[in-house]
């Protein structure tokens, strides 16, 4: 079996050819800070995103991102929602249901995992597939960033059992990797005069201050999209990410996830709790506010 590789380069080969790309459309569940940046001309170019997901099961879901309603796999969406945010990064697919290695590219690269695995608390080992081996291999040598949906399991802590007495092993494994983020979801994009609450079906950073500093927040605006979970969190996250990688060219993986949970904001979300929140909700523009970062 083999990875299946879906590549996006329209804004590489136009910007190549010496055509003039036309500014894309801010849409309405975006946070308004990514309008701005792609004004200073951070779009994501020269950053490869993966979304680990499902492409090929029968499940579908409707969702609308980008104007009009759409049937897709979990993963489509995801991808979409990362492209959206970054629309001149390099957009590849690899199907997560598949027993192989996860490849990086040439390049600064950006991992999107909007799924986890389940399984009963108190195992002392998993075995991990060369898929899972892979990502975790990666976080924790700061060769990616590694954008990690926090869980719906109504506020779980991240590493910790759910209700059902289940653990999210993939969130476990990557707690303390250098390059690793979690991702949960607020209700919406919070600013300091409309402050966001958490979304009531996200897990939370919990008491772990590890995970608490590894732990971002962004809106999920599914009221607008029909599209709801911190599945639809980590991909923004990873837009993110990009966007500060097309700034700072020089930067490494680890540089770029510091500088996201550094600069994330706590005035903008309601009883700000860092066993809640994490960091806060990740901001874009105090991120590329900097002329360079550590």
Request: charged share 15%; proline share 3%; no cysteine.
């Amino acid at each position: 079996m083999k990875t299946v590789h879906i590549t996006f380069t329209l804004a590489a080969t136009l910007l190549a050819t010496g055509q003039v790309l036309a500014q894309p459309a801010v849409q309405s569940w975006m946070n308004q800070e990514v309008g701005a940046a792609w004004l200073q001309g951070y779009q994501g170019l020269g950053v490869t995103i993966k979304s680990v997901d499902d492409f090929k099961s029968n499940d579908r879901s409707y969702g609308k991102l980008n104007g009009r309603t759409r049937l897709l796999h979990h993963g489509q969406w995801t991808r979409l929602q990362a492209n959206l945010i970054a629309p001149q990064a390099t957009m590849r697919s690899h199907e997560f249901m598949k027993d192989t290695k996860v490849s990086l590219s040439t390049g600064f690269n950006v991992l999107n995992l909007s799924y986890g695995i389940m399984d009963t608390a108190g195992k002392s080992a998993i075995q991990w597939s060369r898929q899972e081996s892979s990502i975790i291999g990666y976080a924790f040598k700061g060769q990616a960033v590694v954008s990690k949906a926090a869980g719906n399991e109504f506020g779980t802590a991240v590493g910790q059992p759910d209700q059902y007495g289940e653990v999210d092993y993939l969130n476990k494994s990557l707690i303390g990797a250098k390059s690793a983020l979690f991702v949960g979801a607020l209700d919406n994009n919070g600013s300091p005069s409309a402050l966001a609450n958490m979304a009531s079906y996200s897990n939370v950073a919990g008491s772990n201050t590890t995970v608490q500093n590894q732990f971002l927040v962004v809106g999920v605006e599914g009221h607008k999209t029909g599209l709801y979970g911190t599945s639809f969190a980590a991909p923004i996250v990873s837009g993110y990410a990009a966007i500060l990688s097309s700034k700072f060219t020089n930067a490494n993986p680890i540089q770029i996830t510091n500088q996201l949970l550094v600069t994330a904001r706590k005035d903008t979300v309601s009883k700000y709790d860092p066993a809640i929140h994490g960091r806060g909700e990740a901001s874009i523009a105090r991120a590329l506010a900097p002329a360079s970062i550590q």
